[in-house]
């Protein structure tokens, strides 16, 4: 695996009742190609902010974010964020169109029955077969979820970014989407960077885990994270993982 993306020094501050507030203070680390890396830490420590920045929604007062040899200043679809937001696809369109709709970019390139196949075939790996023609208020919230999973993939990211994708699912449904993001990004061999509180979550799912404090949040450690896949989260390797990397966060 060779390093895709390379934060140094990484500072942000937001201004709060007319006071300047450092938010992020000189963040540093990397992202392997392929790699699935998470980010825990406490509510308000800058988990967010340091995504969106990533994702060039915002603009860093110090720093770098440098992503294969070039540096991050806005938007672009080599970065794709996923929220937890289960209102993120667009209302009016059916699934099968809210994932065609990137893939409609390339219109001249790609016939439009390819087109549908390939947003039929990003919708089979997130188990949404059959469910084409509904609109996003005839399905379920784990259901819209792993539908705007399947759409931000089908824009092919460099990385996809995903802040807190699960967070408002029940414990059911978020076990099952779990299982299925690991079997998609083993699939497609996408790099992921996910936050999430859950420190649970992120040792089933994670090859790393950036554990960050309370703010101005730099990072306490980067813990690897080599269980052998599947995951057991009974097993005594899961539980002492989970510890390890509670007792980072609450330091
Ligand atoms: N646009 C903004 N203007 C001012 N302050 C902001 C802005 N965005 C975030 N903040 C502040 O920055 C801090 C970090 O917020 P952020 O949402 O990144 O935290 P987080 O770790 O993702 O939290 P949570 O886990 O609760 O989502 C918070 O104190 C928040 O109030």
Request: net charge positive; aromatic share 8%; hydrophobic share 40%.
């Amino acid at each position: 695996m060779i390093s895709l993306l390379e934060i140094k020094d990484l500072s942000k501050f937001f201004i709060k009742d007319k006071e300047k507030v450092n938010v992020l203070n000189k963040v540093s680390f990397y992202v392997k190609k392929g790699e699935f890396l998470s980010v825990v830490g406490p509510s308000g420590c800058g988990k967010s902010t340091l995504l969106g920045l990533i994702a060039g929604f915002d603009k860093y007062d110090e720093g770098s974010i440098i992503l294969k040899g070039k540096k991050i200043l806005k938007p672009s679809s080599n970065r794709i964020m996923v929220f937890q937001d289960f209102n993120q696809l667009f209302p009016w369109k059916t699934i099968l169109q809210n994932v065609l709709f990137p893939l409609n970019i390339n219109k001249k390139q790609i016939a439009l029955n390819k087109r549908i196949q390939l947003a039929k075939n990003y919708l089979k790996m997130v188990k949404l077969e059959g469910y084409e023609d509904y609109y996003p208020h005839e399905v379920s919230g784990g259901m819209k979820q792993r539908a705007a999973i399947a759409r931000a993939l089908a824009i092919k990211p460099e990385v996809l970014l995903m802040d807190e994708p699960f967070g408002s699912l029940d414990v059911q449904t978020r076990i099952n989407l779990q299982s299925i993001l690991i079997e998609l990004w083993k699939e497609i061999e996408s790099t992921i960077i996910f936050v999430t509180h859950d420190i649970e979550e992120a040792v089933i799912l994670s090859d790393r885990i950036i554990a960050m404090g309370r703010s101005p949040s730099s990072i306490r450690d980067i813990i690897v994270n080599n269980l052998d896949r599947p995951r057991d989260r009974l097993s005594t390797e899961f539980i002492e993982k989970a510890k390890e990397i509670y007792d980072k966060v609450r330091e």
